[in-house]
């Protein structure tokens, strides 16, 4: 974390790429802007708010079950369902990217031109139809396939192609001149990637990776549509008791704030790291940033 | 090989009508997420701390939440607040939600690829507030910002997909048609992938062929 200083140079240097610092008529056209819009949010709160109460979203009834031992455990068991299924696909699609991204840095065409083809076959498919490929065709030969491993499957060939992008850019990104000095001093090819690329490498994609798995863990909500039992699912049945007055709304916040609580935790956690690494580097690699924008790690570099 | 063209002969009207609802649902949702991300891109860049504290609040909630989540929330308890849209529209409204916080980022983070040098540099010549955001900031950061624009309308492309989820018939739809038709699966999800590609394709050679030629020196 940058102390209080060095954030304000950033806040300063940042924000006088559009404008200078504020003068006495700035600062006050600003303060106007700044009542203005607060109120403008407010309001606009204020009427979500209405809405909510005006339509009986805040009554006791919507949320007494959630009081319910037998509901928490119920949500838990959502919950579960999402870390086991994130968890399961993180470790293959880690594996999986692993293989790839070596076979596309290898030296030898016949496994690079199938990894690329893969990797860039894998990325362009929507995930949902990776997901149906598992789910639909063996259910329409009567093979049993747990609901989980269909979207395992799904959520390792695409997050596994995106992170084998990721490690092949890590890897890519230590300066040649480590690989000549390795090989100078007399290394094999297996030493200069174990003992020279890749503990440079993993520091400076840490944060993309994190944030890649970030990515898959939002991404196991796609377990609804296939009837997966996670924390989405859960919450659509929770969501549908009649008893209570259908409490979507209710429902649908708690499950948002689950999956926020978790999801921002890693994303501080890869902005944690990406700081760190920036701050005392340990590679000569440029560190990868923890993707911002788009779901494409990969095109990030 | 003859029943795998024989699945898109038999069934080419739903393919067509699936697929040309994704690219309604992309069109729309793009333009939307293009309005609002740019809108609370400015938000994030500007001089009001009330108004940056909104955007940050917003991208950081949206980017954390699942999409799935975004849809189930439009179609399911949207409707309990006495706000009717239908599913179309809901489909819609939550790919621009969702998309329009990624957009916003793209717009900042190419904003601040600008060396703060030139802007200051183009004050020092006595431009205005205006000049320097049209003539010297915007042309550079726009070309910043198109790949990565890319890369998030693409990733938006593929997303539609989930709306097949919430009632909506496009491209992501047809498996679920198909299962009753009793269509070999294999063959209708290859067309979809293979539809997928034409429409994908040529938005990732364009994007790899404007990162080249925009390529800036700093």
């Known amino acids: 974390m940058p102390d209080g200083r060095e954030r304000k140079v950033a806040e300063l240097s940042q924000a006088s790429i559009l404008y200078d610092l504020p003068g006495p008529r700035a600062k006050r056209r600003n303060a106007i802007l700044g009542v203005v819009s607060t109120a403008g949010i407010i309001a606009l709160l204020a009427f979500i708010g209405y809405k909510f109460a005006d339509t009986g979203q805040f009554e006791a009834r919507k949320w007494e079950q959630f009081q319910y031992a037998s509901v928490q455990r119920e949500l838990l068991g959502g919950l579960w369902a999402t870390l086991k299924a994130a968890g399961i696909a993180a470790v293959l699609a880690l594996l999986f990217g692993a293989v790839f991204a070596s076979a596309r840095l290898s030296d030898k065409w016949i496994l690079r031109t199938p990894a690329t083809f893969v990797v860039e076959l894998f990325r362009a498919i929507p995930l949902l139809i990776l997901i149906f490929f598992g789910y639909y065709v063996p259910l329409q030969y009567g093979w049993s396939i747990d609901k989980l491993w269909a979207l395992v499957i799904g959520l390792m060939l695409y997050n596994g192609s995106v992170l084998a992008e990721i490690f092949r850019a890590g890897i890519n990104a230590v300066p040649y001149g480590q690989t000549e000095g390795a090989y100078a001093i007399g290394m094999r090819k297996n030493q200069v990637l174990r003992l020279i690329l890749l503990p440079q490498a993993v520091r400076s994609m840490l944060p993309a990776i994190v944030s890649q798995l970030v990515v898959l863990l939002k991404d196991t909500a796609l377990g609804f549509i296939i009837t997966y039992p996670e924390l989405l699912f859960v919450g659509k049945q929770i969501g549908g008791r009649l008893p209570f007055g259908l409490p979507y709304v209710p429902t649908y916040l708690i499950v948002a704030a689950i999956y926020i609580a978790i999801c921002g935790a890693l994303s501080a956690l890869a902005w944690w790291l990406q700081k760190r690494m920036g701050r005392t580097p340990r590679t000569a690699a440029k560190v990868l940033p923890a993707q911002d924008a788009g779901e494409d790690a990969a095109r990030m570099i | ?218």
């Open chain 2, 1 to 218: 090989m003859g029943e795998f063209f024989r699945v898109l002969t038999d069934n080419g009207q739903l393919f067509v009508d699936g697929f040309t609802n994704t690219v309604k649902l992309f069109l729309i949702a793009a333009v939307g997420s293009l309005v609002l991300g740019t809108l609370l891109g400015a938000m994030r860049v500007s001089p009001v701390p009330a108004l940056r504290a909104f955007g940050a609040t917003y991208v950081n909630l949206v980017r954390n939440t699942p999409l799935t989540l975004v849809f189930a929330f439009l179609v399911f308890a949207v409707p309990k607040l006495d706000v009717n849209i239908d599913y179309f529209a809901s489909a819609a409204i939550a790919l621009t939600v969702y998309t329009s916080a990624f957009v916003c980022e793209v717009i900042r983070s190419g904003v601040n690829t600008v060396a703060a040098g030139q802007a200051e540099a183009a004050r020092a010549l006595g431009m205005t507030f205006a000049q320097v955001l049209t003539l010297i900031v915007l042309p550079q950061a726009l070309r910043a910002m198109v790949p990565p624009m890319m890369s998030v309308f693409i990733a938006m492309l593929k997303n539609t997909t989930i709306a097949a989820g919430f009632s909506v018939l496009e491209a992501g739809a047809i498996p679920a048609y198909m299962a009753e038709r009793g269509e070999p699966q294999f063959a209708v999800l290859l067309w979809i992938t293979i539809g997928f590609l034409i429409l994908i394709l040529p938005l990732v050679a364009l994007q790899r062929f404007l990162e080249r030629k925009w390529r800036v020196a700093r």
